[in-house]
């Protein structure tokens, strides 16, 4: 048993003295659950279900209107023709093979509410008075990945069916080998995470930036998700800037770090 505990002792030291240190999320009262709002959507879609549609406008009213409003712009939801709008426009063969295959591919999603738990539990604990969102699940129409808004993010399973998947392929969609890269199951957390810290640290407004402290200011963001991820996802030139200079300030906090808009510092 003595033996036992100096090996547990010696790995949590060498985790320490890495970079990555061990994530402790007992503590934490967070618990991240894709609500499915894309399977309602998708039983409305495919087979016109009424009892289907009024879940859609009573249980999800919000998510209804961003996806009807601001994801497929397709009118307001409140236009007395929209549901046959919304009905129609999906009809479409190609956007019937993106429900069924998002379906198929999401049928489970265990493994995303756990990233999304260890993720936001790891957020709450940086930043003061975080409000940890509720996360949906949709199926746009190729336009978006995470819309962020009203204290909620939805995730569009269409734009995370791999970077293999034969629509991606097609020249009229003109989705470059980067992007296919990114449009996997892998990056559903790291998006989500990192759009809504976009959301809550925006990009200086008072002054024009240069390309260089959007870059930097975007280096920030994705440096606070490989940390929420415990891996790097992100590896750009800035990403390691930002690291650096985290090693440089080791007594500087998340919040801090994503206020910081004094570009200078990080080069």
């Known amino acids: ?53 009024q879940q859609m406008n009573t249980v999800y009213p919000q998510q209804t209107r961003t996806l009807i409003e601001d994801v497929l712009r397709i009118g307001k939801v409140n236009d007395q023709q929209i549901n046959t709008i919304f009905l129609r426009f999906y009809q479409d063969s190609t956007l019937q093979t993106l429900i069924s295959d998002s379906e198929q591919q999401y049928a489970n999603m265990d493994d995303i509410n756990q990233q999304l738990t260890e993720a936001f539990s790891y957020l709450k604990d940086q930043i003061p008075n975080l409000e940890v969102p509720n996360v949906y699940a949709q199926i746009g129409s190729l336009d978006q990945s995470v819309i962020v808004g009203n204290g909620a993010i939805g995730i569009c399973l269409d734009k995370y069916l791999g970077e293999d998947y034969p629509l991606y392929h097609r020249e009229d969609y003109g989705y470059s080998a980067e992007q296919r890269q990114m449009m996997t199951r892998r990056y559903i957390t790291p998006d989500c995470v990192g759009f809504f810290l976009l959301s809550l640290y925006p990009m200086p407004m008072d002054r024009p930036l240069s390309q260089k402290e959007r870059d930097t200011h975007i280096g920030k963001i994705q440096w606070v998700v490989n940390q929420a991820m415990g891996e790097d996802v992100f590896r750009s030139a800035f990403t390691k800037k930002v690291a650096d200079y985290m090693k440089r300030n080791k007594n500087l906090g998340v919040d801090q770090l994503l206020r910081n808009n004094d570009y200078a510092d990080f080069h």
Request: net charge negative.
């Open 1 to 53: 048993m003595r033996k036992v505990y100096y090996l547990l002792l010696a790995v949590l030291l060498g985790c320490i003295s890495c970079e990555w240190q061990l994530k402790s999320f007992d503590d934490q009262d967070v618990t991240v659950v894709v609500d499915r709002y894309d399977r309602v959507q998708s039983l409305y879609l495919t087979t016109g279900d009424f009892s289907a549609l």
